[in-house]
């Protein structure tokens, strides 16, 4: 099957899941990470034939973020992506690869990424939720979920530990900056330091603001 072929069916079936009512999890978002993913792809010389599936069906199951069961929705998700598979003919081959990269891709199910292209669709995943993009979905997330912005004390948690259940801008330092030191492929961590330096940045332009 062509690439071509087999993103113009992927994409039909994100399409079709992806509701919008969630902003930091729409369809695209779905089309960053594959983008990121083929270009990481393409450097770390990764099979694409994993990579692509994997990155466009990484969410199959989309779990609210405040749900319990968010932590564990990789794995329904890869379960899922496997039977759609079967539905288009993509070879059998490649179903347990893409699996793991499904499975692995979630930073909260914490399973260890045992393959490139595993830590390669991780990566994309990760580098979405970073720099001037991933301010945007955590500005949307906390919409969702009426969250306000910052704590007028110490908005920026300095003397005091991060609690993004309370806070967004604790998001930042609660997970997002740790974020960028858990990519695992070199172009990717060499991406991720763009994007935290775009991250910091902005907050000292809103600390100038807030002032």
């Given at each position: 099957m062509?690439?071509e072929?087999?993103?113009?069916k992927l994409?039909r079936?994100?399409s079709?899941?992806?509701l919008g009512e969630?902003?930091?999890?729409?369809?695209?978002h779905?089309?960053?990470?594959v983008?990121t993913a083929?270009?990481?792809?393409?450097?770390?010389?990764?099979?694409?034939?994993?990579?692509?599936?994997a990155?466009?069906?990484?969410?199959?199951v989309?779990?609210?973020?405040n749900?319990?069961?968010r932590?564990q929705a990789?794995?329904?998700?890869?379960?899922a992506?496997?039977?759609?598979?079967?539905t288009i003919?993509?070879p059998?081959?490649?179903?347990s690869d893409?699996?793991?990269a499904?499975?692995?891709?979630?930073f909260?199910a914490?399973?260890e990424t045992k393959?490139?292209?595993?830590k390669?669709?991780q990566?994309a995943d990760?580098?979405?939720?970073?720099?001037?993009i991933g301010?945007?979905?955590?500005?949307?997330?906390?919409?969702?979920l009426?969250?306000p912005?910052y704590?007028?004390e110490?908005?920026?948690?300095?003397?005091r530990s991060a609690?993004?259940?309370?806070f967004?801008?604790?998001?930042f330092?609660?997970?997002?900056f740790?974020?960028s030191e858990?990519l695992k492929?070199?172009s990717g961590r060499e991406e991720?330091?763009k994007?935290?330096?775009?991250?910091?940045?902005?907050?000292?332009?809103?600390?100038?603001e807030i002032?």
């Amino acid at each position: 099957m062509r690439s071509e072929d087999l993103e113009n069916k992927l994409s039909r079936k994100i399409s079709q899941i992806t509701l919008g009512e969630d902003p930091a999890h729409d369809f695209l978002h779905f089309k960053r990470v594959v983008r990121t993913a083929k270009k990481l792809c393409l450097v770390e010389n990764a099979r694409l034939e994993i990579v692509l599936p994997a990155a466009w069906l990484h969410d199959f199951v989309i779990i609210p973020k405040n749900d319990p069961r968010r932590k564990q929705a990789s794995q329904p998700s890869a379960e899922a992506a496997i039977q759609f598979l079967k539905t288009i003919d993509y070879p059998e081959k490649y179903f347990s690869d893409i699996a793991h990269a499904i499975e692995a891709h979630s930073f909260s199910a914490d399973v260890e990424t045992k393959t490139l292209e595993a830590k390669i669709v991780q990566d994309a995943d990760r580098l979405d939720g970073l720099g001037a993009i991933g301010i945007a979905r955590c500005f949307a997330t906390a919409g969702l979920l009426r969250r306000p912005f910052y704590s007028e004390e110490d908005p920026f948690c300095s003397g005091r530990s991060a609690d993004d259940s309370q806070f967004t801008i604790d998001h930042f330092f609660a997970k997002l900056f740790k974020t960028s030191e858990t990519l695992k492929t070199k172009s990717g961590r060499e991406e991720g330091i763009k994007r935290v330096e775009t991250m910091k940045k902005y907050l000292f332009d809103f600390d100038s603001e807030i002032q």
